[in-house]
């Protein structure tokens, strides 16, 4: 019998986070810091709003392009809160924003084209782009320059096949964010080598030195960003699986028609529940978000004071709900460090690794979890460097 599997299906490396947590999931009493979710509930009114939708028996498809309320509610949303000016007809309702990413890249990446990709960053960019025939590059950010993409990095990977940047900040997995004055320096590389910029700003609401800056916002790069987010993490809204993808008129169309073949629609009830997400949330000026960011804070500065005082060398993350310290002090790659915690102390985190080759020394932790969790599996790394160092 012949090989039926597609020789790119068959060499793609598995998730590096699934990967490693099929082996936590086999083995009990673990405390992960690994989950990329949030550890609320999605909250009530929000609830409210797809029962309430289900009762009166929305269940049918929605246009492919989506809901024109819920596109109407994001362009406004969007551009009174970050500047940024789509129109509803320039946006498509997705399943999550993991399906953005993906008819994003599929509209414009043809075979050999150069997608450059901060590093580390989330773990999906480079087998979206590898599927497609596409060439993934890396571009090395570090934690001394705050995982920032620099001008200088930026220039030196890009060659005549340079396409797309893909511009993932508030980052996964390292916290980086890119502020107005930092934006403001790749944009003569952007412009120079005639660059698409697709940019995901799912963490946008999670930011915690001022507000969070899109590069959306800027006239210069008009025509030529795609913008990517979603209501998972702001309105702890994983498991509805809504995002969407905003793009200028030729983009949005050849992404639509994927989105049609692909997946038709995000389900309807999690549309009008993202719709009241937004609605009520502009109304009382998006408490909830606040009171969960707030919360997220609290824990960002517990972990980063932890963490500096285990003599890790730590960058203090700006937005998402993760941090990403350095263990190469202790001697061990990421992948080493999260296995042997793993094993003696019963606590996941990530190996840094699985976020691109620039993240071999790290671990990834995600903060979104309980104090009480927070406290214990701190503790317990602590104990695990301790007897690293034969204290």
Request: net charge neutral; aromatic share 10%.
């Amino acid at each position: 019998m012949r090989d039926f599997l597609s020789k790119r299906a068959r060499d793609i490396p598995p998730s590096g986070i699934r990967k490693f947590f099929d082996i936590v999931s086999e083995q009990k009493d673990i405390i992960s810091l690994g989950v990329g979710e949030p550890d609320f509930v999605t909250p009530w009114d929000i609830r409210d709003a797809g029962i309430q939708a289900i009762k009166k028996g929305y269940t049918q498809y929605t246009s492919n392009s989506g809901l024109t309320s819920l596109r109407n509610e994001i362009s406004s949303y969007l551009r009174k809160e970050f500047n940024v000016n789509f129109s509803a007809d320039e946006i498509v309702i997705t399943v999550g924003a993991s399906e953005a990413i993906d008819i994003a890249l599929r509209a414009v990446v043809n075979e050999d084209d150069e997608v450059l990709i901060p590093d580390p960053s989330y773990v999906s960019y480079r087998p979206c782009v590898e599927l497609l025939g596409g060439k993934a590059v890396s571009v090395p950010c570090s934690g001394e320059d705050g995982f920032k993409l620099t001008p200088e990095n930026l220039e030196s990977v890009i060659t005549d096949k340079t396409k797309v940047l893909i511009f993932p900040y508030p980052n996964n997995p390292t916290g980086g964010i890119m502020e107005k004055e930092f934006i403001e320096k790749i944009i003569p590389v952007i412009l120079k080598h005639d660059l698409l910029v697709i940019s995901d700003e799912i963490y946008a609401e999670l930011t915690y030195s001022g507000k969070h800056c899109s590069i959306a916002s800027f006239p210069e790069l008009a025509g030529r960003v795609v913008l990517i987010s979603g209501f998972s993490k702001a309105f702890a809204m994983t498991g509805w699986r809504v995002g969407y993808v905003c793009a200028p008129a030729p983009i949005k169309t050849a992404l639509l028609k994927i989105h049609q073949y692909a997946s038709i629609c995000a389900p309807i009830f999690s549309q009008y529940a993202a719709l009241d997400a937004l609605k009520k949330g502009r109304q009382d000026g998006f408490s909830v978000v606040n009171e969960m960011r707030a919360e997220y804070n609290t824990r960002r500065k517990f972990m980063y004071k932890t963490f500096v005082d285990m003599g890790l060398s730590c960058f203090e993350p700006k937005g998402a709900f993760y941090i990403f310290p350095s263990v190469k002090e202790t001697g061990l790659t990421g992948e080493e460090f999260a296995t042997k915690l793993l094993a003696s102390k019963k606590v996941a985190v990530v190996p840094g690794d699985a976020f691109g080759e620039f993240g071999k020394y790290y671990v990834r932790c995600s903060y979104a979890s309980s104090m009480k969790n927070l406290i214990e599996a701190t503790a317990r790394i602590a104990d695990f460097i301790n007897e690293l160092k034969g204290l």
